[in-house]
């Protein structure tokens, strides 16, 4: 265990840790906010939890954070929202920007700019209310993926294996968002990359590999069961394990994406191609979590790993905070 110097500890100063919010990950975000503020505090940093749903944005700004640990999951926390009402209140942020938390937020906007920069992503199609389903499950063929863009911790998933289950499927994932993914179902292995850093400084951590009963890695197999296997650093050759990395930084940094982030990658079973699934910016922290995982291989405590990431916090816009 490394221990920061009473000098190091207060120059973070006055440090809020913000978890819980209006999300539907709210109850994983307490779980990972508990956690970093515990953390935080293990190491001598003057850290203080604060709810974005139990207390106005009046409160957070009279508590007068020196910086802030973004530990909420999910709308209102990491698509961007948060991340302005921080910019305009100068206090320094864990994690990306206003613009690319809004746009790794939304799987769609995600995977344009991804093709765009040449990026590996399973096919898709943007479903609405009069979208012919029939026609996009020929389209992209069986089984595929039905989810809602806006949403993290597989909330509204569905796996389709027959075209009749589309509808089902659609109206789930249509009651968390307007417009719905419908997108290629890639079979392989689950894979998932921390990238910590930003721009040309950016480094990819060990990848995780997640093993799922029946291949089913659900909320309750993500954050409440022993039953799924994670393997890290993951039993993939050398040169694959590479590509990957490279693959991950590179996405993390054409999202504009900054601090911390993991990359979720499916690693196709017939041609060990890769494919990238989503980017998470503020990704979870509990004791189930792949972050803390893949420091961990690294030789990095979960509490080290957390002041790594508030270490980097800071504003995106205008002057830092002094």
């Known amino acids: 265990m490394s221990v920061l110097s009473t000098t190091d500890a207060k120059s973070f100063g006055k440090v809020g840790v913000l978890f819980g919010g209006r999300s539907a990950e709210r109850d994983v975000s307490i779980m990972s906010g508990n956690g970093v503020l515990e953390a935080l505090k293990s190491r001598g940093i003057d850290a203080h939890g604060f709810d974005p749903a139990e207390r106005s944005l009046a409160e957070l700004a009279a508590e007068k954070f020196d910086r802030v640990f973004i530990a ?157 296997k994670y393997y890290c650093p993951a039993h993939i050759d050398e040169a694959t394990t590479a590509a990957i990395q490279r693959i991950a930084v590179d996405a993390f940094n054409a999202l504009g994406c900054e601090g911390w982030a993991r990359i979720d990658v499916l690693l196709r079973s017939r041609d060990n191609k890769p494919f990238l699934i989503e980017a998470n910016t503020s990704p979870g922290m509990t004791g189930h979590s792949l972050v803390p995982m893949a420091g961990r291989a690294i030789g990095l405590e979960y509490a080290d790993l957390c002041v790594e990431i508030l270490r980097s916090a800071r504003l995106k816009i205008g002057q830092q905070k002094k």
């Open 72 to 228: 909420l999951h999910g709308r209102y926390g990491e698509d961007g929202s948060l991340q302005g009402v921080l910019e305009q209140l100068g206090i320094p942020y864990t994690g990306s920007g206003v613009m690319a938390s809004s746009v790794a937020m939304d799987k769609i906007t995600t995977k344009k700019i991804w093709l765009q920069h040449g990026l590996p992503t399973p096919r898709y199609a943007v479903l609405e209310g009069d979208t012919d389903l029939g026609k996009v499950a020929a389209d992209l063929g069986l089984p595929l993926i039905v989810k809602p863009p806006h949403e993290g911790s597989t909330i509204g998933i569905t796996k389709v294996v027959a075209a009749p289950d589309m509808k089902a499927a659609y109206e789930l994932a249509a009651g968390f968002d307007e417009e719905v993914l419908a997108e290629e179902f890639v079979a392989g292995r689950e894979l998932t990359v921390t990238v910590l850093g930003r721009g040309k400084t950016a480094r990819a951590l060990p990848i995780v590999e997640i093993v799922a009963p029946e291949g089913n890695y659900d909320y309750q197999n993500k954050y409440f069961t022993d039953d799924t």
